[in-house]
């Protein structure tokens, strides 16, 4: 599953002074190297309560990004504002194998696992005997699908 997605929630506090203004809010997410994955998306960014000025969305990236969330504003001077944050998926996938759902498919030889939603698969892993043949019951090895 190289291309397996997961689901993060991110918030940004502008404060009250830039509150209700979920339409002039934007972010775009970087990689490490700088390049850009998603360019100034609006899309299912909401106000945190009434009156805050902390927006949030819900992204979906693929669970092996590395990089930065760039979250701007237009103030309504016309003024820009920006913040940034980090995104560490590393800890976001090691919560979801350890209170997700796994399951052994007896059928394929392979361990699934699940997010905390027990429905959104994250891995599959081929489960092999000690001389490197698919088994599920005696278990010795486990790879990535």
Known sequence: MADAQIKLVKNVNFG?????????????????????????SSGSI??????TGIYGSQL????????????????SNGNVIFASEE????QKITRHFTVGRW???ENTNQMIFYQEDNSTEI???DLKD????GSFEEVFERTRS
Do not use: C, K
């Open 46 to 51: 909401y106000q945190v309560g009434s009156g």
């Open 103 to 105: 399951i052994i498919d």
């Open 130 to 133: 000690r001389d490197g043949t």
């Open 60 to 75: 979906s990236i693929n669970q092996s990004f590395s990089g930065s969330i760039l979250w701007e504003v237009t103030a």
């Open 16 to 40: 009250r002074g830039l509150a209700d203004r979920p339409a002039s809010v934007y972010y775009s997410l970087y990689d490490t190297l700088g390049s850009v994955s998603v360019f100034r």
């Open 87 to 90: 995104i560490e998926t590393d």
């Open 123 to 125: 891995g599959r892993f």
